[in-house]
T-cell receptor
């Protein structure tokens, strides 16, 4: 039972354009969401997060949008750069619930930004 | 500030053997979590240690066990290895035991192959 789903295994965009990575979740107890980026042979690195009390969080070129009613979040990267090419993981935590010690990850989306 | 370091980076074992993976936390972090990332999957939570005690556990059998030491470093032990244990094992540290509030810092992982 996958509680965090990233339905697009891969995404390819041109440099300078917008990249939109999507994530859906099923557990209504999730109240904190994070995006991690992973390069080959490295561990995942934190990118941006959002609390369920917000619908948008922005950090430079990266913006995360949360639609609680649809149980959907998305990561927008504008403008996309070749160095953004990596696997992006969506993760969720039940911050105020009984399992607030762990993150539940999606399977990841491989983003390729072409020069 | 040193990050999370893991050893060994790669290892090969045969079915039925035992393995110990090691992790040094980021300076100042008192909580360690372990995740298993199988090929094509997102990281899956194994367990978390806080102040040398297990603070939460995912859906993994008892042959997966761990330790946290007074200096906050940690070990993951897997007994009676099975072929499906082949995966990347990620260690992550954080400043508190609630990952939603404090970002997890991941190591590069230990790649285990079971033959």
């Amino acid at each position: 039972d996958q509680q965090v789903k990233q339905n697009s295994p891969s995404l390819s965009v041109q440099e300078g354009r917008i990249s939109i990575l999507n994530c859906d979740y099923t557990n209504s107890m999730f109240d904190y969401f994070l995006w991690y980026k992973k390069y080959p042979a490295e561990g995942p690195t934190f990118l941006i997060s959002i609390s369920s009390i917000k619908d948008k969080n922005e950090d430079g070129r990266f913006t995360v949008f949360l639609n609680k009613s649809a149980k959907h979040l998305s990561l927008h990267i504008v403008p996309s750069q070749p160095g953004d090419s990596a696997v992006y993981f969506c993760a969720a935590s039940a911050f105020s619930g009984g399992s607030n010690y762990k993150l539940t990850f999606g399977k990841g989306t491989l983003l390729t930004v072409n020069p | 500030e040193t990050g999370v370091t893991q050893s060994p980076t790669h290892l090969i074992k045969t079915r039925g053997q035992q393995v110990t993976l090691r992790c040094s936390s980021q300076s100042g972090h008192n909580t360690v979590s372990w995740y298993q990332q199988a090929l094509g999957q997102g990281p899956q939570f194994i367990f978390q240690y806080y102040r040398e005690e297990e603070n939460g556990r995912g859906n993994f059998p008892p042959r997966f066990s761990g330790l946290q030491f007074p200096n906050y470093s940690s070990e993951l032990n897997v007994n009676a290895l099975e072929l499906d244990d082949s995966a990347l094992y990620l260690c992550a540290s954080s400043g508190t035991k609630v990952p939603g509030a404090n970002v997890l810092t991941f190591g590069a992982g230990s790649r285990l192959t079971v033959l």
